[in-house]
């Protein structure tokens, strides 16, 4: 496959990098800050290069602190600018939590439209990177669940770029999930201009007749992979967005093939994938021919690196889930 000129071949995490650096350039009112983003570029270097190029404080290495981190996004945000703040790891953000749900959140509502909060929190999600614990987290479903928070999660370079230049110009808060089990694990053409994908608005991968699989973030590859070990015609679904959920795309996949499996990393009790299964039963329960199967990871915290593999979905579990429902 061929590059075009005005493409370039990058990972998911070089997309990231060149959607900051896009909207830096354009907008003298972004500005990032967290734990080592300066200097450093961060620990999975998404911000490298960026200090150099836009300065000090523009690129602000901030204290190990994440609710100082993010109640100062705050107050930048409600006076004029686009912080992006980074939080090195998802299980890091607890500290920051009374500040995302009490108060990011809920601004545009307290105060009937007066001030918004347009701050995008980039967060690095998952496991499968060997990492010990509070690295490996799954917790989109619990921010998912906040009104006035928007969740996105890209499962490729493309996605990552569009869909990070939307949030930063969103005019509410969003939370920017990036799996980093998936950072530079492979490469596509990425355009160099700036560009957006809407927010809201998931990405059938493959089209297929026989069943519906949804995933999002690392999980898509995962399900990519099985619907190419498998014998049925997959349709694959990858939501993008967790919160706004693209409920449309799902159920008119599901009607169409009758059969659903839902992919999560996080644990299977009150996860995303039983909010899509009780969607899906609900709203299009005379077209299916078999009850909705999740794929998930297990009750239990996320086991370090010797079992952590076997915690989390891979092909051999879904293509399992996906016989079951063919079978049933």
């Given at each position: 496959?061929?590059?075009a000129?005005?493409e370039?071949?990058m990972?998911?995490v070089?997309?990231v990098?060149?959607?900051l ?7 003298d009112?972004?500005?990032i800050?967290?734990?080592?983003v300066?200097?450093?570029g961060?620990?999975f270097?998404?911000t ?5 190029e836009?300065?000090?404080?523009r ?6 602190a994440?609710?100082g981190?993010?109640?100062?996004s705050?107050?930048l945000?409600?006076n004029?600018?686009?912080p992006?703040p980074e ?8 500290p920051?939590?009374?500040q995302l749900?009490?108060?990011a959140?809920?601004f545009?509502?307290r105060?009937?439209?007066?001030f ?7 967060v ?14 799954a917790?989109?479903a619990?921010?998912?669940h906040?009104?006035g928070?928007k969740v996105?999660?890209p499962?490729t ?7 990070l230049?939307a ?8 939370i920017f999930f990036?799996?980093?089990r998936i950072?530079r694990?492979f490469?596509?053409?990425?355009p ?9 608005k998931a990405r059938?991968v ?5 069943l519906?699989v949804?995933a999002?973030?690392?999980m898509?590859v995962?399900?990519?992979k099985?619907a190419e ?6 349709e694959?679904?990858d939501?993008r967005t967790?919160?706004p ?7 008119a ?7 659903c499996?839902?992919?999560q990393?996080?644990?299977l009790?009150?996860?995303l ?5 009780s969607?899906v039963?609900e709203?299009c329960f005379l077209?299916l ?7 998930a990871?297990f009750d239990t915290?996320m086991p ?5 593999m076997?915690?989390?979905p891979g092909p051999?579990r ?8 063919l079978?049933?």
């Amino acid at each position: 496959m061929t590059t075009a000129a005005n493409e370039t071949e990058m990972t998911l995490v070089q997309a990231v990098t060149d959607a900051l650096a896009c909207e830096m350039r354009l907008d003298d009112r972004v500005i990032i800050l967290g734990e080592d983003v300066g200097l450093n570029g961060g620990v999975f270097r998404a911000t490298e290069g960026l200090q150099a190029e836009f300065g000090a404080d523009r690129v602000v290495d901030s204290p190990l602190a994440e609710s100082g981190i993010i109640g100062s996004s705050i107050g930048l945000a409600m006076n004029g600018m686009r912080p992006v703040p980074e939080l090195q790891f998802e299980g890091f953000m607890g500290p920051a939590y009374d500040q995302l749900c009490s108060h990011a959140a809920r601004f545009r509502t307290r105060t009937r439209g007066r001030f918004t909060v347009p701050m995008t929190v980039r967060v690095p999600h998952g496991g499968g990177i060997h990492a010990p614990e509070l690295h490996s987290d799954a917790p989109e479903a619990i921010y998912a669940h906040q009104p006035g928070l928007k969740v996105v999660m890209p499962a490729t370079p493309y996605d990552a770029k569009g869909l990070l230049i939307a949030s930063i110009r969103d005019p509410d808060p969003v939370i920017f999930f990036e799996p980093k089990r998936i950072y530079r694990a492979f490469r596509e053409a990425v355009p160099n201009e700036a560009y957006t994908l809407p927010i809201g608005k998931a990405r059938v991968v493959t089209e297929g007749t026989d069943l519906t699989v949804v995933a999002w973030g690392a999980m898509v590859v995962e399900a990519a992979k099985a619907a190419e070990q498998s014998k049925a015609s997959i349709e694959l679904i990858d939501l993008r967005t967790i919160s706004p959920l693209d409920e449309d795309t799902i159920l008119a996949s599901v009607e169409k093939t009758g059969r659903c499996v839902v992919c999560q990393e996080a644990p299977l009790t009150l996860g995303l994938a039983s909010e899509i299964s009780s969607l899906v039963t609900e709203r299009c329960f005379l077209h299916l021919e078999a009850p909705v199967q999740r794929v998930a990871g297990f009750d239990t915290i996320m086991p370090y690196y010797k079992l952590e593999m076997e915690y989390l979905p891979g092909p051999d579990r879904i293509n399992a889930a996906i016989d079951e429902t063919l079978r049933y």
